[in-house]
């Protein structure tokens, strides 16, 4: 079983919608992370997660320690939106090695 | 301040060569880690230079290497080049002072081998 999954894989909206990707995990964490990364390979880090929720502009992370599941929300998506976004997991303090999920790519039609 | 940079940007080889690649951490940032990017494998941790000292080490052959200098930027090496060493590598820089660290990424350096 892989330490840490991502649902879906594809995720195809309208412009306007509301979006949610979901990742589970299955080991001890310091951080969980979302990552976006665009067409060309860019990665921007979105949020770094321990508990709770954390919002900025149209996105709204989600963490939940006892049940090892984050979820990532996108209101009003746009076609801007349409990128790869990849959750990750920092296992440690003292180390920053990660656990890469295998993203979700979006697209937002107009 | 400055963002993570990592130099070449795009890179062609042809196989049995080798290849270094560089990164420079964002001002203050004394962790430095490698990342290959592949479409069949996706994103996987190569390897994390901490204050010179390799601190950890993914699944990967000996033929990837890495150094890191006393100014924290970092240096990868892959030697022997075969084809499946085509990918995105990706450096992410983090403060890594005992807290929980966001990771800031480069721009990534692709490397084709031929």
């Known amino acids: 079983k892989n330490e840490v999954e991502q649902s879906p894989q594809n995720l195809t909206a309208q412009e306007g919608e509301f979006i949610t990707i979901n990742c589970s995990y299955s080991?001890?964490?310091?951080?969980l992370h979302w990552l976006q990364q665009h067409p060309g390979g860019g990665i921007v880090s979105l949020f770094m997660l321990s508990s709770g929720k954390k919002k900025h502009g149209r996105l709204i992370a989600t963490i939940n320690i006892q049940e090892k599941h984050s979820s990532l929300h996108i209101t009003a998506s746009h076609p801007r939106d349409s990128a790869v976004y990849i959750c990750?997991?920092?296992?440690?303090?003292?180390?920053?090695?990660?656990?890469f999920g295998t993203g979700t790519r979006l697209q937002v039609f107009p | 301040k400055a963002g993570v940079t990592q130099t070449p940007r795009y890179l062609i080889k042809t196989r049995g060569q080798q290849v270094t690649l560089s990164c420079s951490p964002i001002?203050?940032?004394?962790?430095v880690s490698w990342y290959q990017q592949t479409p069949g494998q996706g994103l996987q941790f190569l390897f994390e230079y901490f204050s010179e000292t390799q601190r950890n080490k993914g699944n990967f052959p000996g033929r990837f290497s890495g150094r890191q200098f006393s100014n924290s930027r970092s240096e990868m090496n892959v030697s022997t080049l075969e084809l499946g060493d085509s990918a995105l590598y990706l450096c992410a820089s983090s403060a890594s002072d005992g807290r929980i660290n966001e990771q800031f990424f480069g721009p990534g350096t692709r490397l084709t081998v031929l």
């Open positions: 990750h997991l920092s296992r440690s303090y003292n180390t920053d090695k990660l656990i």
């Open positions: 001002s203050g940032h004394r962790s």
């Open positions: 080991v001890g964490i310091s951080a």
